[in-house]
């Protein structure tokens, strides 16, 4: 007995994700990021870089390992891909991160995250009154918005 053409395609695909053939996320899962203007220590007004993985932790600050670079107008965050539990946790559950202030002031930047091989890249833009992103090729993070309000 022979099977139709157009079942046996459904069974490969439908067994393709079982086997990680169809991940589009290297290793390491989704990521969200926000470049935005908060009340930093000394409270002031500082742009701030903000990465949250899709997984939940016991304390609320885990943390993702990461090595940023800055230079001319050009942000570099790379990953390995694993999480550094802390020493001591701050009893809440949450995401791990990457809480990172950032000296660049109003203009255009390069933002790429760098991790398993693949590079994801965005645009960041800074004016008086907003920070925009805008991404060029992503593959395993996400920004929450496009657009984020300047402090004032």
Sequence with gaps: MTRP???LAFVALAA???????????????LTF????VNWDPPTPRIVLFVS?????PCF????????????????????GDVKAPNICLTAIGPAQIRSPL???QGTYALQFVRGGLTDRYTVTITATTIEIRTLEAHFT??????FPRAT
Excluded: F, K, W
């Design 5 to 7: 053409p157009a079942l």
């Design 16 to 30: 393709l994700p079982a086997c990680g053939i169809l991940d589009a996320t290297p290793e390491g899962g989704l």
């Design 34 to 37: 926000e470049v935005r203007e």
């Design 53 to 57: 993985d899709d997984q939940t932790y």
């Design 61 to 80: 600050n885990y943390l993702i390992e990461n090595e940023l670079s800055i230079q001319d107008h050009t942000i570099r965050v790379a990953m390995s």
């Design 103 to 105: 000296p660049i002031t």
């Design 142 to 147: 996400r920004p929450t918005a496009s657009q």
